[in-house]
């Protein structure tokens, strides 16, 4: 499943969701983003995502069917938010379930690695100064190379 969205999303809830279709899989791993209030350039109060609609689904489509070719996997649920988030607010939510923790861990990271890379999300930092649009940081890109491998 994968959504795109302005509104926030329940994390038990998607948890639950993941379970309740696991079957015989041993191992959910999620992983929830938040906005966060600093960066390198000082205080953040908030963050805008804009994307391309359509392209956006299509490119996270995608990255499941990449992962689901390297792991054997169950479910993998994707929310992203869009929108203007304040400071802790959930930005994003990424859940795998497989029969061995291992695959589920490596999936998850995987998807995450992509989406700070190269998943069509443009994204602005809000602080004092105004709006900051923000790159992917060259950390994320090594993340990111490890994959290519």
């Known amino acids: 499943m994968i959504l795109v969205q302005q509104q926030d999303f329940d994390h038990a809830h998607q948890y639950e969701a993941l379970r309740s279709?696991?079957?015989?899989?041993?191992?959910i791993v999620t992983f929830t983003g938040l906005v966060?209030?600093?960066?390198?350039?000082?205080?953040?109060?908030?963050?805008?995502i804009e994307h391309y609609p359509g392209m956006t689904?299509?490119?996270?489509?995608?990255?499941c069917s990449q992962a689901r070719e390297r792991w054997e996997l169950g479910e993998i649920r994707i929310i992203h938010r869009i929108g203007q988030m304040g400071a802790s607010?959930?930005?994003?939510f990424v859940g795998v379930t497989?029969?061995?923790?291992?695959?589920?861990?490596?999936?998850?990271?995987?998807?995450?690695?992509?989406?700070?890379?190269?998943?069509?999300?443009?994204?602005?930092?809000?602080?004092?100064?105004?709006?900051k649009?923000?790159?992917?940081?060259?950390?994320?890109?090594?993340?990111?190379?490890r994959w290519k491998a």
Not at 36 to 48: H, P
Not at 133 to 145: F, H, I, L, P, T
Request: proline share 1%.
């Open 36 to 48: 966060r209030d600093f960066n390198i350039d000082g205080s953040v109060s908030g963050l805008v």
């Open 133 to 145: 649009w923000v790159e992917a940081k060259s950390s994320d890109q090594q993340a990111a190379q």
């Open 98 to 131: 497989s029969k061995h923790r291992k695959n589920a861990f490596e999936a998850c990271e995987f998807i995450m690695d992509y989406l700070k890379t190269s998943a069509p999300f443009w994204k602005q930092e809000a602080s004092d100064d105004g709006l």
């Open 21 to 27: 279709n696991a079957k015989s899989d041993g191992a």
């Open 89 to 92: 607010e959930q930005i994003v």
């Open 57 to 63: 689904e299509k490119a996270l489509e995608d990255i």
